[in-house]
């Protein structure tokens, strides 16, 4: 066997340790299973912690939802436009959220979709090897850059060069918080884009170009629509991050929840919500408490959804060039 | 298919590869004028008592100790959880079940965790640790919370490193009659070191950062104290942060910045030994 070589002779050494140690080797195979047993199970029980992770966020949200739901009627939170749980006049229609969420959503995936996918063609079809070596970490950092930082540059640096080019630009306002999160989300779309359009075989590349295309046709005729699956898969992975994603929108899209379809006035998103409410002092079991974890199930389940129709068309394309 | 004006076709395809070029410029561009930004607001109060006060009302007096230790202690609360836990799930996943139906439902239920806001974890946080467990508003609560936040990244980021030892050292330790228990701990492990200390490391530094979850469970933004047992009440650096950028006075916003530079020093500092951890394993593990 070619694969025993040399580096086994370390494997085989310590192995020969193992064997030379306490007298381990001279105890029953029957001994020896129930001790390999008894080593599984605490392995096995930190896997399992994921699953209860699961359970626990579930759970918790279901009985604080529940309890909500028993004061507030689900066709009132569905229907009512107005959102305001904390004041005396108390309405609870989670649309006023919802459509601050998807306007700052859909505002960062305005700037993270164009640019993050040709940033991809770039790395994948343009870029030397050298140059990608470069680029790719950099870009990256934009990733691993905590979020509250890009709150501080969204509000102070980004807002008031935005008051500076449209004068009625309020303080807070939706597009900021959206062009600063459509960058952190760049690299995402970027690199899932990148990793589609590596999988495309050379073959079709190379088909291309035997038929006289140019290097801009095959990036866009070729390998785009072959890695359009992993591509698509991206994409909704970026609108999930962009739906949940906290700090940015909450220091720079403002708190106040109204049902405004401008990007240039203050907004609530459903996790600015959440941030607001746990700023203050909530009794516990109080309405308001619940309030905010009646907007988390709401939160939860778009992003898991999201998450799943992204996994689903992914797997969909890794088996079109197995 | 391709036949046409071929001065046309090629101008459009270097039209194209700088639109490209452009496109991935500005990603960089924009990193380079955040850090500046954060740099020319933050250097100017950034000094020693800085880093050695408390916060304080006043911008000219305060401080970032209480953050930068609270946060010292979160992370080796949340290593001290989520380490042992992320590698050992890991070593399950990859060396014990690998094709069972349970620990196909557990990887699916992984990539999920992962995918699940941050904030969410923090109404977990709130409900289970805070309430239910009584715990409080405590460094335990925040440690917890975070572990459970972290787990899910450890157990992808081991599980690569676990795959990168080549097979045939197992198989060579199985061919001697070694136990399943004794490959793992004599032979993977000390192997896969080296890549997991980076993916542990990368993904504790995620939590550094984090500011939604421990907002959700009610840390507070303003201590003039030090945390002297897990059960202390406590402040962290993002926190701190946040809590500086949303006053309106102009002085607390350079003080945020120089806020932020201490936490992107620490994250970096972070990054650097989990990149040196990296290029050791590399080397290493060239057979």
Known sequence: MAGISTSSVQAAAAAAQVGAAPNRSLQTPRARGLRERLIEAPLFAAAFVTILTTAGIVAVLLVETLSFFRVVPLRMFLTDTQWTPLFSDKHYGIIVLLSATMLTSVGAMFVALPLGLLAAIFLSEYASPRVHRVIKPVLEILAGIPTVVYGYFALLFVTPALQRMIPQTAVFNGLSASIVMGFMILPLVSSMSEDAMAAVPRSLREGGYSLGATRFEVATRIVVPSALSGIVAAFILAISRAVGETMIVAIAAGQSPTLALSPLVPIETMTAYIVQVSLGDTPHGSLEYQTIFAVGSTLFLMTLLLNIISQRVLRRFREEYQ | ?287
């Open chain 2, 1 to 287: 298919m391709y036949a046409g004006n071929g001065a046309r076709r090629r101008v459009s395809g270097r039209l194209f590869q700088w639109l490209c070029l452009a496109a991935t410029c500005t990603g960089v561009a924009v990193l380079a004028v955040l850090l500046i930004d954060v740099l020319m607001d933050g250097l100017p109060t950034l000094s020693w008592t800085f880093l050695t006060n408390f916060p304080s009302r006043f911008p000219a007096q305060s401080g970032i100790l209480s953050a930068l230790v609270g946060s010292l202690w979160l992370i080796s609360l949340t290593a001290l959880f989520a380490v042992p836990t992320g590698v050992a799930a890991a070593v399950w996943l990859e060396e014990y079940e690998r094709k069972g139906r349970l620990s196909r439902l557990i990887e699916l239920n992984i990539s999920n965790l992962a995918g699940v806001p941050s904030i969410i974890y923090g109404l977990l946080g709130l409900g289970l640790f805070v309430r239910w467990m009584g715990l409080g508003r405590s460094l335990m609560s925040g440690a917890l919370t975070m572990a459970l936040l972290v787990v899910p990244v450890i157990i992808i980021n081991c599980r690569e490193a676990l795959r990168a030892v080549p097979r045939s050292q197992r198989e060579a330790a199985y061919a001697l009659g070694a136990t399943r228990s004794q490959v793992i701990w004599h032979i993977i492990l000390p192997m896969a070191i080296p890549g997991t200390l980076t993916g542990i490391i990368l993904s504790l530094s995620r939590a550094i950062g984090e500011t939604a979850p421990l907002i959700t469970i009610g840390a507070l933004t303003f201590i003039a104290f030090l945390p002297n047992s897990p059960m202390d009440a406590f402040t962290a650096l993002p926190i701190q942060i946040f809590n500086w950028v949303s006053r309106p006075q102009a002085g607390f916003h350079a003080v945020a910045a120089s806020g932020i530079i201490v936490l992107l020093v620490v994250l970096l500092s972070m990054n650097g030994v989990a990149i040196w951890f990296r290029d050791r394993s590399r080397r290493r593990l060239q057979w």
